[in-house]
């Protein structure tokens, strides 16, 4: 499957641990984003990343949210501390210079 | 901020014709999108269209792109079961990648 891959699918979480969320992008892409969708909403970008460089992050929560793509290995979107509003779906996407991005089927996060 | 309406619901008989619209805010928009998502599934790019198109065929799949109204729709010929599925349309704005996504129209098929 050459597709953007995720995971876990789903991810249970108490309040106050920590959530890590892995990305691998599509073979042959380069830029991987990351957007969150909340209960009967859209999806809303949070980050935007190239290997090793944050291009731009001003849809994270400034507070224990943070994201990295390193020069080996898939990217990663760490919540520290979760709270029950970090419930949600995360997906992540990867682009190649085409338009549009491609999207991973996600991963759900429940925090109890 | 910008902002991208669309209707919540929309239910078909199979073998009509689907027309899901959205209306977006931003001018600048270059590219404009519609994607599938199926229960428990990620998104799924459908089409696209340019923003200096007014219509884009692909296959069953019909854009019509009036930009003065900013006013987006796709139309699905012959609608069928898998098609039921919830509908996003996304604006890009004048970047390419931080994409401003509707709430979705959930289309059901009748059989």
């Known amino acids: 499957n050459a597709g953007v891959m995720q995971n876990p699918r789903h991810l249970v979480r108490r309040r106050g641990q920590e959530a890590r969320l892995r990305c691998s992008p599509m073979?042959?892409?380069?830029?991987v984003y990351w957007y969150r969708q909340l209960p009967e909403e859209g999806l809303k970008f949070m980050v935007y990343l190239q290997k090793e460089n944050i291009i731009d992050e001003s849809g994270m929560p400034k507070e224990r949210f943070s994201a990295e793509f390193p020069k080996e290995g898939p990217s990663i979107l760490r919540i520290q501390q979760v709270v029950r509003g970090d419930s949600a779906a995360y997906f992540c996407?990867?682009?190649?210079?085409?338009?549009?991005?491609?999207f991973g089927s996600g991963t759900q996060l429940s925090v109890l | 901020g910008e902002d991208v309406e669309q209707s919540l619901f929309l239910s078909v008989r199979e073998g009509d014709s689907s027309v899901i619209n959205c209306t977006y805010t931003?001018?600048?928009?270059?590219?404009l999108y519609w994607y599938k998502q199926e229960p428990g599934a990620g998104l799924q790019l459908l089409t696209y269209i340019f923003s200096n198109m007014d219509m884009k065929q692909d296959q069953r799949l019909t854009v019509l792109l009036n930009k003065k109204d900013k006013h987006l729709s796709l139309r699905i010929a012959d609608t069928q079961t898998g098609d039921s599925a919830i509908y996003f349309c996304a604006d890009s704005g004048a970047g390419s990648y931080q994409l401003t996504f509707g709430k979705g129209t959930k289309l059901s098929v009748i059989p």
């Open positions: 996407a990867s682009s190649g210079g085409a338009p549009g991005l491609f």
């Open positions: 931003d001018s600048s928009s270059t590219y």
């Open positions: 073979k042959g892409h380069s830029h």
